[in-house]
């Protein structure tokens, strides 16, 4: 069937679903294939749930003359198709979002000030693979003037492959640090990845891009882009510094050297978000949105899902941020927690995933970091950590620490949980 003839009846669907659980009234199921699953095998149970047509790629799960059921070469090149050919149907803008840490972040507070002033789509939660990228473009409607697209990658040719997908109109790399090393290599490899948006857009040709004039690596990667720079200087379309971190990031920012000032305090941890507060600052700026909305939006902004979070409980203060975790990272919010105005410091921290042969060093050097700071109170969680030098705590998994904590609780103490997702440090908050 060729594309065309599938976007109308794409149209005719109330919405797209990949999960034969969860099959709206009207809906078009996609079976979509997995190291342990087939999703051709459950068409049948889309239809009876309540999808209206069904997409297979296997000749086995279509019965003849079924007009219900849609045969094709591989659902999900023809999802990754269907959605391109939607998303230019549309005509929406299209802001086109990576980089190693805080691009999800960055993302839902660009959405919260753009949607100041605008009708946005933007990515819901982390759905920023070759998967979630489609599905997220495939929910556009002919009101959205501007779309944020998050895109994640974890090897060499990802954001390539997404940006073909998105055709973003703008772009913005949060930043690079060392993350999925395993995958990419080196850290030139995750800068060159990263780097794949800017290469999408010079081709493009007279595209805009957002970015971090405070970053070397992102100035030496954007030659031959319009760049729309933001940063601490203050000749720069928006600057701004840090005037508070006692928990709450609290900053003042302006237009160009001579704009008004504001201040603005955000319900985010960490001196780390700032870049990512300046970002949405200077998107919401350039797409007109009124400045005391986009100080409004910053403002009320409350992250969610384990991401620079504090949480009071009735014998602790928690700064949250295990929903992921890279040497950049988890430096930053080591230094971010060295330097809070706080009694009673207290540190878990878990092992940070896919850093391939680096690993080992990568561990010994936040664990050397941690007492070069002079933190005493630390358990360390996770099979790498454990192997590095050190003289503290260490338990090999969340489930021993919950164990260890059931027997010895903490009270009185501000206490820093920072892992990746994997170490499932998220779950100890009830122990606390």
Not at 3 to 14: H, P
Not at 114 to 128: A, C, D, E, P, R
Not at 180 to 204: A, C, M, N, P, Q
């Amino acid at each position: 069937m060729d594309i065309t003839s599938l976007y109308q009846i794409f149209l005719e669907c109330t919405c797209v679903t990949t999960d034969s659980r969860n099959c709206p009234q009207g809906s078009l199921f996609i079976a979509l294939k997995g190291a342990n699953f087939n999703g051709n095998a459950f068409a049948a149970k889309a239809l009876e749930q309540g999808s209206t047509y069904a997409m297979v790629d296997e000749a086995q799960y279509a019965p003849a003359g079924n007009t219900h059921y849609i045969l094709v070469d591989n659902c999900l090149r023809t999802l990754q198709k269907l959605a391109n050919y939607h998303r230019n149907q549309q005509g929406t803008r299209i802001i086109g979002i990576t980089g190693t840490n805080g691009k999800t972040t960055t993302k839902e507070l660009m959405a919260a000030v753009l949607s100041q002033g605008h009708s946005v789509l933007y990515t819901q939660g982390n759905l920023n693979n070759h998967i979630g990228v489609p599905l997220t473009l495939l929910r556009l409607k002919a009101h959205h003037d501007l779309a944020v697209i998050e895109m994640g990658a974890s090897h060499p040719g990802d954001i390539r492959e997404l940006v073909e997908i998105t055709e973003p109109d703008y772009g913005i790399i949060t930043n690079v640090g060392k993350a999925h090393l395993e995958g990419f290599g080196s850290f030139d490899g995750v800068i060159k990845t990263k780097g794949e948006l800017y290469d999408y857009l010079r081709r493009r040709g007279d595209s805009t891009i957002f970015i971090d004039h405070d970053n070397p690596y992102l100035k030496e990667i954007a030659w031959g882009l319009n760049m729309i720079p933001y940063g601490t200087e203050d000749e720069l379309y928006v600057n701004g510094r840090i005037t508070g971190n006692s928990p709450y990031l609290t900053f003042k920012w302006k237009a160009g050297k001579e704009g008004e000032r504001h201040e603005v305090q955000t319900q985010l941890i960490g001196e780390y978000n700032f870049p990512n507060v300046l970002a949405a600052v200077t998107i919401g700026r350039f797409f007109g949105v009124e400045p005391a909305k986009i100080d409004k939006a910053l403002a009320e902004y409350v992250p969610q899902n384990n991401r620079s979070q504090l949480k009071k409980t009735a014998d602790n203060i928690l700064i949250v941020d295990a929903y992921n975790a890279n040497p950049t990272s988890m430096m930053a919010a080591i230094s971010n927690f060295r330097n809070m105005q706080a009694e009673n410091k207290m540190l878990i921290l878990g092992d940070m995933r896919e850093l391939g042969k680096d690993s080992a060093e990568e561990h010994q050097k936040i664990v050397d970091y941690l007492e070069k700071c002079g933190f005493g109170n630390v358990i360390l969680v996770g099979e790498q950590f454990a192997a590095t030098r050190h003289g503290y705590l260490t338990c090999p998994n969340a489930s021993a620490l919950i164990e260890a904590l059931q027997k010895d609780r903490p009270a009185g103490k501000t206490i820093l949980i920072k892992g990746s997702n994997g170490i499932k440090l998220g779950t100890i908050t009830d122990f606390l």
